[in-house]
């Protein structure tokens, strides 16, 4: 009894979100330059608990932010007194971004590579000088209407995904 007791709680017990496949391939980087995340996308393993919903890049305060992607802009104001920015890129992908002055209102459409914004400094957690919180969401189409949380880095194309080097072989001096 008590064996099958311990079974059903390991049963129930919540595991890691798996983030589902991104539905393109295609964004690019929402700052100049290289795109490296200073905080990495870490959802949380249940929808209602903490986790970081986006990754942090650092950049300059007042560095213009650029549409990854085509799209209609869904928000621009005040969220919790924070700035942030939303755009709709279609086939149920949102990308936010935080803190921002936005140059551009709801409605908007905006193509690849327009200015939407400024980075603004003040982003709690952030380990330098100012981070842009880019976030990601695709609509997951379920009963419940929640949104999946996806790491906008594994959208962007093969020309902004940030490069690692690693080892070709054990013992290469990476370490």
Not at 51 to 69: K, N
Not at 71 to 88: C, E, H, Q, W
Request: aromatic fraction near 4%; proline fraction near 11%.
């Amino acid at each position: 009894m008590v064996a099958a007791a311990m079974i059903a709680i390991l049963l129930v017990v919540p595991t890691a979100a798996a983030s589902p496949d991104p539905p393109r391939r295609d964004l690019r980087g929402p700052l100049p330059g290289p795109v490296s995340a200073v905080t990495a996308f870490d959802p949380p393993v249940e929808p209602w608990l903490a986790g970081h919903r986006g990754v942090d890049l650092a950049a300059a305060p007042l560095t213009t932010i650029r549409a990854p992607a085509d799209g209609t802009v869904v928000f621009a104001g005040a969220v919790g007194g924070r700035p942030v920015l939303s755009i709709d890129h279609g086939a149920g992908l949102r990308t936010t971004y935080e803190p921002v002055r936005a140059s551009v209102r709801t409605g908007d459409s905006v193509a690849t590579g327009d200015a939407v914004g400024h980075l603004l400094a003040g982003h709690a957690g952030c380990p330098v000088a100012s981070c842009l919180h880019w976030g990601a969401r695709l609509a997951s189409g379920g009963p419940s209407g929640d949104d999946d949380y996806i790491d906008p880095l594994s959208m962007l194309s093969v020309h902004d995904r940030p490069i690692r080097l690693k080892p070709t072989r054990p013992g290469d001096g990476f370490g």
